[in-house]
C-alpha cells in the first residue's frame, strides 16, 4: 500500500512537473493574445501546438533563454542537427547508459545468481520481447531478429517517454522518423524472406501462387501489400504520438482561449492530467506494437511453405 | 476540431525532411550495434543459460523422483517378499513343532503302553511263581501237619496241642 501511495505520488509530482512548461509556454501565449485581438486566439494556440510538436532547429528552455543549434549541410543535403536528433541523442544516451550498466551486471554474473534492481527490471523487459514477441511471432531462429526488436523496442519507447518530459519532444510524432524506422523492418523482414525461401521462393510469393494470366493483377497487389506493412507502422507510431500531445496540449490552450480560470481547474487540468497519463500507457503500448508488429511481420516473410500455404488458403 | 484542422492544414507534420531521416537512421543503427554487443549479447546469454539450467533442474528432479519412487516401489516388494518369508518360516515352524509335539507324544504313549505291558506280564509272572512256590509251601506244611498228626495222634491233649499248635503255626507262616 505503501508503495502505491508513493508511485501515485511520483506520478503526481511528474504531473506537475509536466505542467509546468506548458503553463510556462502559454505564459508566451498570452503575451502574444493580448499583443492581438481577442480573435485571432484560436490561430495563436494553432501555431502554439504546432510549435510544440513539429521539428525545430530551436532548442528551448523558455524561462532560461534557448539556444539555436547548428546546420549543417553537405554536397546539397541539409543534415542539420535539430531537435528532434538532439532528444533521439539524449535517448540514445540513457539506452546506452541504462544497458551499458546491466550488461556490465550480466557479464560479471554467474548464470545460478539472480538479478537485482535495474538488471532485474531490465530483465524482464528483455525476457518478455524475447519470448512474448520474438520466439511466439518469429518461431525458429527467432534470435538472429532479437537484437533489432529489442533494439527498436527501447528506443521507440525512450523517444515516447521523452516526450513526456519537461523540455522534452516526442521524435516519434516526426514521421521522418517513424519512417525510418518502418524501413529498417521492411529490410529485414525482406531480407528474412530472401533468406528462408531463396530469390525464386521469394519471386513466387510475389504472385501467391495463383495462374500466370492473373498475375498482370497479382504482381502489382503483392507488391503493394509489401510497402501497406512499414507505411502503416510508419502512421500508425506516428498518428498516435502526434495525436496525444495535440489533446494534451488543446485541452490547456482551451483555458487560455475561454480566458477562464474556472475552465482551467475543472476541465484543462484534470482532462490533461488524464491524457498525461493515457500517453504514458500509449507510449509503452506503441513501442510494443512497432515491436510486435515487426515480429509479425518477420514472421510471416520467414514462415516455412507449409505455413504460408495454411495462411493463403 | 477546428485546431486540429488548421494544424493539419497549415501542413508541417508530414513534411520530409532528409536530415532528420539520416540522422535517426545512424543514430538507431549505433545505438543498435553498441547495444547488441554491450547488452543484449550478455542479457540474452545469460537468460538462455539460466532456462538452460532451470530445464536441466528440472530434469534432474524428474529422475531422482523417478529413481526415488522406483526405489520405493523396490523396497515394497521386498518388504512384502520379507513379510511374506517369515509367514512362511513361521508357519512351517508351527506346523513342524505340532508335528514334533505329536510323534514325540505317540511315541511317549507307546512306550509307556509298552512298559505297562511288560510290567503286567512281570507281575503276572511273578505271581505265577508266588502261587507255585506257596503251593509247595503249603503241600510241605500239610505233609508237615499230617507228619505231627500222626505224631500226636496219641493223645487227644497232644492232637488237641498239635493241631492248635499247628494253626498257630499257620497263622504265624501266614503272617
Redesign the interface.
Known amino acids: 500500500m505503501k508503495r502505491v501511495n508513493a508511485m501515485r505520488s511520483g506520478i503526481q509530482s511528474r504531473v506537475f512537473a509536466l505542467l509546468i512548461p506548458f503553463l510556462l509556454g502559454v505564459h508566451g501565449l498570452t503575451f502574444a493574445a493580448s499583443e492581438g485581438h481577442g480573435g485571432h486566439g484560436e490561430e495563436k494556440a494553432g501555431d502554439i501546438i504546432m510549435h510544440h510538436i513539429l521539428d525545430t532547429r530551436v532548442m528551448d528552455f523558455e524561462p532560461f533563454g534557448s539556444f539555436t543549434l547548428p546546420s549543417i549541410v553537405i554536397g546539397g543535403f541539409d543534415i542539420s542537427i535539430t531537435k528532434h536528433v538532439v532528444i533521439m541523442w539524449l535517448a540514445s544516451a540513457i539506452l546506452l547508459l541504462i544497458f551499458g550498466m546491466v550488461g556490465k551486471r550480466y557479464r560479471s554474473m554467474k548464470a545460478t545468481e539472480a538479478p537485482s534492481g535495474m538488471a532485474n527490471t531490465m530483465e524482464a523487459l528483455v525476457e518478455f520481447i524475447r519470448l512474448d514477441v520474438a520466439k511466439s511471432n518469429i518461431g525458429e531462429g527467432y534470435e538472429r531478429h532479437l537484437p533489432y526488436l529489442l533494439t527498436v523496442f527501447v528506443f521507440i519507447l525512450m523517444l515516447n517517454l521523452l516526450g513526456l518530459v519537461p523540455y522534452g519532444a516526442t521524435a516519434t510524432s516526426n514521421i521522418n522518423v517513424t519512417l525510418t524506422l518502418a524501413v529498417f523492418t521492411f529490410f529485414i523482414t525482406q531480407v528474412a524472406a530472401l533468406k528462408s525461401h531463396g530469390v525464386k521462393g521469394y519471386l513466387q510469393h510475389l504472385t501467391a501462387g495463383t495462374h500466370w494470366s492473373l498475375w498482370i493483377i497479382m504482381i502489382p497487389i503483392e507488391v503493394i501489400g509489401l510497402f501497406t506493412k512499414p507505411f502503416a507502422l510508419t502512421v500508425r507510431l506516428f498518428a498516435n504520438m502526434t495525436a496525444g500531445h495535440i489533446v494534451i496540449l488543446s485541452l490547456i490552450f482551451i483555458s487560455f482561449i475561454l480566458k477562464s480560470y474556472i475552465v482551467a481547474m475543472f476541465v484543462s487540468v484534470p482532462f490533461s492530467i488524464f491524457i498525461y497519463l493515457l500517453e504514458i500507457f500509449v507510449a509503452f503500448l506503441q513501442a510494443f506494437i512497432f515491436t510486435m508488429l515487426s515480429a509479425l511481420f518477420i514472421g510471416l516473410a520467414s514462415a516455412h511453405e507449409g505455413h504460408e500455404g495454411e495462411a493463403a488458403h | 476540431m477546428?485546431?486540429?484542422g488548421?494544424?493539419v492544414l497549415?501542413g508541417?507534420?508530414?513534411d520530409?525532411?532528409?536530415?532528420?531521416?539520416?540522422?535517426?537512421?545512424v543514430?538507431?543503427v549505433?545505438?543498435?550495434l553498441?547495444?547488441?554487443k554491450?547488452?543484449?549479447?550478455?542479457?540474452?546469454?545469460?537468460?538462455e543459460?539460466?532456462e538452460k539450467?532451470i530445464q536441466s533442474s528440472i530434469d534432474r528432479a524428474e529422475t531422482a523422483r523417478e529413481e526415488a519412487e522406483a526405489a520405493l516401489r523396490k523396497n515394497r516388494e521386498l518388504l512384502a517378499k520379507a513379510d511374506a518369508d517369515a509367514d512362511k518360516l513361521i508357519r512351517e515352524g508351527k506346523e513342524y513343532g505340532e508335528k514334533l509335539r505329536t510323534d514325540i507324544v505317540d511315541k511317549a504313549h507307546a512306550e509307556a503302553t509298552k512298559m505297562i505291558a511288560s510290567a503286567k506280564e512281570e507281575i503276572e509272572q511273578e505271581k505265577r511263581r508266588a502261587l507255585g512256590e506257596l503251593r509247595n509251601e503249603v503241600a510241605d506244611l500239610a505233609v508237615q501237619g499230617a507228619e505231627k498228626i500222626l505224631k500226636a495222634n496219641l493223645d487227644a491233649n497232644r492232637q488237641k496241642a498239635i493241631v492248635n499248635s499247628m494253626i498257630q503255626d499257620l497263622s504265624k507262616h501266614r503272617n
Open positions: 477546428l485546431t486540429s488548421i494544424i497549415s508541417g507534420l508530414l520530409p525532411n532528409p536530415g532528420l531521416i539520416f540522422w535517426t537512421a543514430t538507431f549505433i545505438v543498435l553498441i547495444l547488441r554491450f547488452a543484449w549479447g550478455p542479457m540474452v546469454g545469460a537468460l543459460e539460466r539450467n
